[in-house]
């Protein structure tokens, strides 16, 4: 299936084509699908609202959710699509929302991926706002779930490739950028306490983490 870069590129045959290889769309097609964006710093994001024709089976998604990659971020890796494509299509928990569609093009490094709409009872929090504990306890929970049906599974490195020296290094480097940038996000809100355990715990990370792949067992999972 041919990657959507832009908007422009979604039209009924295309959802119609999606859904029927999804097996969501067993007879009958889409009419029209219009696009409603919404905002999101790391990826264009829309909630299609789709019509169809009079032979479609009740059960077809009325409302889709669509992610495309942000072309001034380009080229991206396939972790998110491989998320989709290899994580979840082996994970027997519903821990995200059902995806339809997900693909990525490697000569460019776009991707797009298309899911089940839950906003009607599942909503984002605002970045300016850190989450309350409730919900911080709900989000860990949920992960915990992930993590812990991948701990030490046999299968584990047909998923993700286990982290070597150079890739946890190369991690690192790329991560510490951010470090700042947090930091002046957070201002008072971190104490100096809190901002020096952070940095320690970045500095030392990459050397815990290596003689962690060097043990065996090395009790490694899946992070997202």
């Known amino acids: 299936m041919t990657v959507l870069h832009t908007l422009?590129?979604?039209?009924?045959?295309?959802?119609?084509?999606?859904?029927?290889e999804a097996g969501v769309l067993e007879h009958g097609h889409v009419i029209s699908v219009k696009a409603k964006r919404t905002t999101h710093q790391s990826s264009l994001n829309y909630f299609l609202?789709?019509?169809?024709?009079?032979?479609?089976?009740?059960?077809?998604?009325?409302t889709l959710f669509l992610k495309l990659s942000r072309p001034e971020r380009l080229p991206l890796t396939a972790a998110e699509v491989e998320y989709y494509t290899k994580i979840l299509a082996q994970t027997p928990y519903k821990i995200t929302p059902t995806c339809y569609a997900a693909e990525f093009?490697?000569?460019?490094?776009?991707y797009h991926i298309?899911?089940?709409?839950?906003?009607?009872?599942?909503?984002?929090l605002p970045y300016?706002?850190?989450?309350?504990?409730?919900?911080?306890?709900?989000?860990?929970k949920t992960l915990a779930r992930l993590h812990a049906y991948w701990?030490?599974?046999?299968?584990?490195?047909?998923?993700?490739d286990?982290?070597?020296?150079?890739?946890?290094?190369?991690?690192v480097q790329k991560c510490l950028p951010g470090l700042s940038t947090m930091f002046d996000f957070l201002g008072d809100r971190l104490t100096p306490q809190q901002k020096r355990l952070i940095e320690n715990l970045t500095e030392q990370w990459p050397h815990w983490m290596i003689a962690r792949t060097q043990q065996r067992p090395n009790h490694l999972t899946l992070i997202h």
């Open 128 to 140: 300016q706002v850190p989450p309350s504990s409730e919900q911080a306890i709900q989000m860990g």
């Open 49 to 62: 609202n789709v019509k169809y024709s009079a032979d479609t089976q009740v059960t077809a998604p009325k």
């Open 162 to 171: 286990l982290p070597s020296e150079a890739v946890i290094q190369r991690y």
């Open 151 to 160: 701990w030490e599974k046999p299968t584990l490195n047909t998923v993700s």
């Open 105 to 110: 093009n490697s000569e460019i490094g776009a």
């Open 114 to 124: 298309l899911m089940e709409d839950v906003s009607k009872t599942h909503s984002s």
């Open 8 to 20: 422009k590129e979604l039209n009924a045959e295309w959802l119609t084509n999606t859904l029927s």
